[in-house]
């Protein structure tokens, strides 16, 4: 069964520094998403997009942050001066439809990237 | 803006007893998703709900959506072991978003065999 993978399973950086979280979304999705949730906590929005651009962001998605897909499978999370409170978990998703009918609005998860800022 | 509550927070139960989690949402929604995370897992996709007082089975899981598409629960008949985990639902903003899921916080359920 086809699925979201992400690289690396676990990132350790310092204050300051940027990290880049990347992740395959399945083959044919469109819809691409990032997710995160620090530890014991709820899943938060925080990018969607489509057709090579940002569809919407949370609060949580300010200037620190970009996304990317580079290539044809690749979708990327970029945090360009990390913080503390930047650790948590990050999720990569991706759907092949937002619609509210239909099939293909479900969201797959890849597994996470752990990401830990000291 | 949205805010989706989830209760309750923890969920202990013996093998077999039933568990329902309970979800309420400030405003409206267009639709709501059920998810589960195991353990140390990622978020898995169980259902969707459209609907105004839809109810869907998947075997001894029940989920509904309330009358005024604003809650929604799941119920598990006769828990098993294997249903451990965190269960979340997720809602998307009726007249707003079709991108943005906001996940409520989720109730851990625990299984004693």
């Known amino acids: 069964e086809p699925e979201v993978t992400q690289t690396p399973s676990h990132q350790v950086t310092q204050m300051g520094q940027e990290v880049i979280l990347r992740c395959v979304p399945i083959?044919?999705?469109?819809?691409f998403y990032w997710y995160r949730q620090i530890l014991g906590q709820k899943v938060e929005f925080l990018v969607s997009?489509?057709?090579?651009?940002?569809?919407?962001k949370s609060e949580i998605f300010d200037d620190q942050f970009s996304v990317e897909r580079p290539d044809g499978s690749n979708f990327t999370l970029k945090i360009r001066s990390t913080k503390l409170e930047d650790s948590a978990m990050y999720f990569c998703?991706?759907?092949?439809?937002?619609?509210?009918?239909?099939?293909?609005?479900?969201?797959?998860f890849g597994p996470g990237t752990r990401l830990t800022v000291t | 803006g949205q805010q989706v509550m989830q209760i309750p927070q923890y969920q202990h139960v013996q093998e077999g007893e039933d568990f329902t989690t309970y979800c309420n949402s400030s405003?409206?929604?267009?639709?709501i998703q059920w998810y589960k995370q195991r353990p140390g897992g990622h978020p898995v996709f169980l259902i969707q709900l459209v609907k105004s007082g839809e109810v869907k089975k998947q075997k001894r899981l029940t989920f509904q959506f309330g009358e005024a598409k604003k809650n929604s629960s799941l119920h598990i008949t006769a828990t098993q072991t294997t249903d451990v985990g965190t269960y979340f639902c997720?809602?998307?903003?009726?007249?707003?978003?079709?991108?943005?899921?906001?996940f409520g916080k989720g109730t851990l359920l625990t299984v004693n065999p």
């Open positions: 997720a809602g998307r903003n009726s007249g707003g978003s079709n991108y943005k899921l906001t």
């Open positions: 405003t409206t929604l267009s639709n």
């Open positions: 083959s044919n999705h469109l819809y």
């Open positions: 998703a991706s759907s092949s439809s937002v619609f509210r009918t239909g099939s293909g609005y479900e969201q797959y």
């Open positions: 997009f489509y057709n090579n651009e940002i569809s919407e």
